[in-house]
């Protein structure tokens, strides 16, 4: 019994997961009128995570006994390096989309 109420109580907390981050997107679409700055604030997120910052976590755990202390202190800076881009990239993309740059016609 009490693993059928533990079963419930997840798929409960995945649900209420789901449902926020349907919110999430829907206040988003919204929110950002112009698809260009979806995708500069979607790219500057999940591309500099995957792409400077997954990356050289996953070599250290997986290769943490082969490799140098200095090859991993160069991992954990460009760790550093992809977290400074992805903040200064969502910044400069949500300062864009509160203050919009005026264009006259």
């Not at 400077?52 to 800076?77: A, Q, T």
């Not at 203050?99 to 006259?104: R, S």
Request: glycine content about 6%; hydrophobic content about 45%.
């Amino acid at each position: 019994m009490k693993e059928e109420t533990q079963s419930r109580y997840h798929e409960s907390v995945r649900n209420a997961v789901r449902l926020t981050l349907v919110a999430l997107v829907l206040a988003l679409v919204y929110t950002i009128k112009d698809f260009s700055d979806m995708v500069n604030l979607v790219g500057g997120l999940a591309n500099c995570f995957m792409g400077f910052i997954l990356p050289p976590l996953l070599h250290v755990r997986v290769n943490k006994d082969s490799i140098s202390g200095c090859s991993i202190c160069m991992h954990y800076l460009i760790v550093l390096f992809g977290f400074v881009t992805m903040v200064v990239s969502t910044t400069v993309t949500i300062h864009g989309i509160i203050h919009p740059p005026h264009n006259p016609k």
